[in-house]
């Protein structure tokens, strides 16, 4: 059984011209099918004319990484160092040529983490916050100073200082300037927590946000928006955020039901513990 998807301009064309289209569809596949028997993995099986742009949250990146480890020498998280770009990238094909010539992983591993350690982030320096939504836009939440970083546990204090008015979504509290966003993150966690403070210090609220695993690259963290907040208000007040727009999300198969329940069990779990407080 196939599906065939008619474009715009195929509405005023022949019937003979359509059934040739599907005859010389149904060849090319059969062609496809053949070759995927015949050749061996990796290899191109059909080249398409046009190219999209996905986005691969961390978990996936783990399971290409499983796949790719399969048919060639692979580094530990490959496809996360080859998003890192530049020297990084680099660094892992140089890394996976040693591999493919018989040296021992752990002393390439080894060799890799030293070649691009000065490439982390660390204390002091700038990086951004990639907002990743569900449609593929990509919101920049602006550049924030890391304040800490803890090796051990992966957790960073990222601090923003505001230069505008506005106001903080979710919370529905005003933005004014010189305002101070303090984040606290963990790499590969499912949420993070930024607390909005005045210029003088005053708690204006706090906003968990929930994600996909955070993803943390020499430039930015990075993660895929999973809808649903939690506010809490200086008065102690509660209120969990957009769930319908999960919801609306799995409707139109943005997201699995799976993911759907890991992410309420995270955000379930977090309000728990706030209220009882």
């Not at 895929?224 to 907040?229: A, F, R």
């Not at 809490?232 to 139109?252: F, G, I, M, Q």
Request: glycine content about 6%; hydrophobic content about 35%.
């Amino acid at each position: 059984m196939f599906f065939a998807l008619w474009r715009t301009a195929a509405a005023n064309q022949a019937d003979n011209i359509l059934k040739n289209e599907i005859t010389s569809l149904l060849k090319e596949r059969e062609l496809t099918m053949k070759k995927a028997e015949e050749v061996d993995a990796p290899a191109t099986l059909w080249e398409g004319r046009h190219f999209m742009d996905v986005e691969f949250p961390a978990l996936s990146k783990t399971k290409l990484d499983e796949i790719r480890g399969s048919v060639a020498s692979t580094i530990n998280s490959h496809h996360y160092y080859k998003t890192c770009g530049r020297k990084i990238s680099s660094s892992l094909n140089m890394a996976e040529r040693l591999l493919e010539r018989g040296v021992p992983i752990e002393e390439v591993e080894d060799l890799f983490e030293q070649t691009i350690e000065t490439e982390n982030p660390c204390v002091g320096s700038m990086i951004g916050i990639e907002h990743v939504k569900l449609d593929g836009k990509v919101f920049h939440l602006g550049k924030a100073l890391i304040d800490d970083f803890n090796h051990n546990n992966h957790t960073l204090c990222l601090s923003r200082v505001f230069e505008k008015a506005g106001v903080y979504d979710g919370l529905k509290t005003r933005k004014e300037p010189g305002d101070t966003a303090i984040t606290e993150a963990k790499v590969g966690e499912w949420y993070y927590k930024t607390q909005y403070f005045s210029k003088h210090g005053r708690l204006k609220g706090t906003y968990i946000n929930f994600n996909t695993p955070i993803e943390l690259y020499p430039y930015a963290i990075r993660y895929v928006d999973l809808e649903i907040d939690v506010c809490v208000w200086p008065n102690s007040k509660v209120e969990k955020l957009d769930e319908e727009k999960l919801d609306e999300a799995l409707e139109e198969g943005l997201v699995t039901d799976r993911l759907v329940k890991i992410v309420r069990e995270k955000a379930q779990q977090i309000m728990k513990s706030l209220v009882s407080k």
